[in-house]
């Protein structure tokens, strides 16, 4: 069967059209994401105190939008009211618990990664945490402490979706961790968690 010229231009502008669709690259959407909010953070004493977070990161999804993963440029935690006077904490991490250590008299973070890369950068430590202390009113990285393992996340990390405008409350917080199914290294700082990068299973 023989096809008329218009046939054979419609034919070849199908082709064409799939041609286009099947070069488009297969990393699928990407975008820089900003999110601001306050929390309220629980301290072993019982009490509470307010901080403000900031974060910047980069999402990107595969085109079938199974593959969704998240790359922190740069992370940011604020004291305000009583402890306003206290320094800045910034690392392209996420900050998942914060405490004051009382034994030392220092404020202490604890912060781990969704990202391989990031994790390599940073010396890809096996648990997958880094720690950081307040020490002569400087925020300063070391070594995974006792004080630090076995406690749980008392920072929000679910910032991937949208972050409620008001403050973010104690209970808001736990009743987010209590509706998903998070993995187990961000719900707290735990020795036998691994990282999910193939060198760590090594």
């Not at 004493?45 to 980069?58: K, Q």
């Not at 990202?115 to 945490?129: A, Q």
């Amino acid at each position: 069967m023989k096809m008329s010229t218009s046939q054979r231009k419609h034919l070849s502008k199908l082709l064409l059209i799939g041609l286009a669709a099947a070069l488009v690259p297969l990393s699928g959407c990407t975008g820089d994401v900003q999110r601001s909010w306050s929390e309220e953070v629980g301290l072993d004493d019982g009490s509470t105190i307010t901080v403000n977070r900031r974060v910047e990161y980069r999402e990107s999804n595969s085109l079938t939008g199974d593959a969704y993963s998240t790359t922190v440029r740069e992370s940011t935690l604020e004291f305000t009211e009583n402890n306003a006077n206290l320094p800045k904490w910034a690392a392209p991490l996420m900050p998942i618990l914060l405490y004051l250590d009382n034994a030392h008299g220092e404020w202490v973070i604890v912060a781990t990664t969704t990202n391989c890369d990031t994790w390599r950068e940073h010396g890809s430590p096996k648990p997958p945490y880094w720690e950081f202390r307040l020490v002569d009113s400087q925020w300063q990285a070391s070594k995974l402490s006792e004080s630090s393992i076995g406690r749980k996340s008392n920072l929000f990390f679910n910032y991937a979706s949208d972050v409620p405008e008001s403050r973010l409350s104690t209970e808001m917080k736990r009743q987010v961790i209590a509706s998903n199914d998070f993995e187990r290294d961000f719900l707290g700082v735990y020795v036998d968690v691994r990282s999910n990068c193939i060198e760590a299973r090594r």
